[in-house]
């Protein structure tokens, strides 16, 4: 019987052709990073609440603590694209969890200018109720441009449980010289996902600890394998700024590259992580997740649709679950618990309520 290692231990834009020749030709994007916009509804939800009668926390209104979470800065409109706060489904397991990990990552990231450096940071964390501390775990969010706007792409759980969670917060963010236009590709603005620690607490949960994306040096493209400059150039598969640096680097198996390829003729597909910002063990476990390893990719959004979203069709998310088994995948969790298949090879949790975990273990 083959076990399920990504299971938890209870019961954008495409990248375009043109990106990838910009990168044969020496232009090398720094990590700087971002995070980016979500397809979820816009719009400011504190990350001050109250407690509800069923004991979970509910926000307290925007205008309340308006100061507290920076959005789009007037003074940049004219350098920065706008942006927007993230926000959950109505779908999501634990919605309070997860935009408690995503406004402390909108406020480390987004500055207006004349607010960078860590010290400004940290005050922005503790204007927006975080421990200012975690201002030093930012890593590349920080930076010494003279502003920065960030952009939350997705959130999603690297894993939840009754007491901690993992979110993984998969971010987009545009400094002076980083703005939008056009064209603009994952490789044009700087990026990561950070895996956000949190412990249950009341009236909120709180955030511990910051983990953001380390992908590696990207390589030469003609150093990358036919797989990886085929990913690379897809006009159907959409990475974010981390994953679209980990197929950069080399360090994704070609099991999982010929298996999103795979998939891709079907189907438009939107990654959330593949490689750097997951967990490097399953998260309540000790056992090695695939991810780190470079064997599994999640996919969050398929043709354009929410894995999450309670109107994406059921049909299309199992449809897109047992394409994953077929392309070669040992380990495909999601929403939906499936019949067939090998033992063990479709599994559902909470953690994958929220998108589609493709797993690979040669």
């Known amino acids: 019987m083959v076990s399920s290692p990504d299971r938890t231990g209870s019961a954008g834009p495409v990248v375009s052709r043109r990106s990838v020749l910009a990168v044969g030709a020496g232009a090398v994007v720094g990590l700087v990073a971002a995070c980016s916009s979500s397809a979820h509804?816009?719009?400011?939800?504190?990350?001050?609440?109250?407690?509800?009668?069923?004991g979970r926390p509910t926000p307290l209104p925007s205008s309340a603590v308006s100061a507290a979470v920076p959005s789009a800065h007037a003074s940049s409109a004219a350098a920065l694209p706008a942006t927007t706060a993230w926000q959950p489904s109505s779908n999501d397991i634990d919605p309070q969890v997860k935009l408690r990990a995503v406004r402390l990552i909108e406020a480390l990231g987004s500055w207006p200018a004349g607010g960078s450096g860590e010290a400004a940071a940290a005050r922005r964390a503790a204007?927006?109720?975080?421990?200012?501390?975690?201002?030093?775990?930012?890593?590349?969010?920080?930076?010494s441009a003279p502003e920065a706007a960030l952009q939350v792409l997705e959130a999603q759980y690297g894993g939840i449980l009754s007491d901690a969670a993992s979110v993984l917060v998969v971010c987009r963010q545009y400094t002076p010289g980083h703005t939008e236009t056009a064209d603009t590709t994952a490789a044009d603005s700087g990026g990561t996902t950070v895996d956000v620690r949190l412990s249950s607490a009341q009236p909120l949960w709180q955030?511990?600890?910051?983990h953001p994306a380390l992908p590696g040096g990207a390589l030469a493209l003609s150093a990358l394998s036919p797989a990886a400059r085929a990913v690379l150039a897809s006009d159907a598969i959409t990475?974010?700024?981390?994953?679209?640096?980990?197929?950069?680097?080399?360090n994704v198996h070609d099991s999982a590259l010929e298996a999103m390829l795979t998939l891709s003729h079907s189907h438009r597909i939107e990654l959330s992580v593949v490689r750097s910002g997951h967990p490097l063990d399953v998260f309540g476990t000790t056992r090695p997740s695939d991810h780190p390893k470079g064997r599994a990719f999640d996919v969050w959004r398929i043709d354009g649709q929410a894995v999450i979203d309670p109107a994406t069709p059921r049909t299309l998310v199992e449809g897109f679950m047992r394409a994953a088994a077929a392309a070669g995948s040992y380990n495909v969790g999601g929403p939906y618990l499936l019949s067939g298949g090998a033992p063990d090879q479709f599994f559902?949790?909470?953690?994958?309520?929220?998108?589609?975990?493709?797993g690979f273990d040669v």
Do not use: C, K
């Not at 559902?348 to 493709?358: G, K, Y």
């Open 41 to 54: 509804s816009p719009g400011g939800t504190s990350s001050t609440a109250t407690t509800s009668a069923a």
């Open 127 to 143: 204007a927006a109720g975080y421990d200012p501390a975690l201002a030093a775990e930012a890593g590349g969010l920080l930076s």
């Open 207 to 210: 955030v511990t600890a910051l």
């Open 239 to 250: 990475l974010p700024p981390a994953a679209h640096a980990d197929v950069l680097s080399g």
């Open 348 to 358: 559902s949790d909470d953690t994958h309520h929220d998108h589609v975990h493709v």
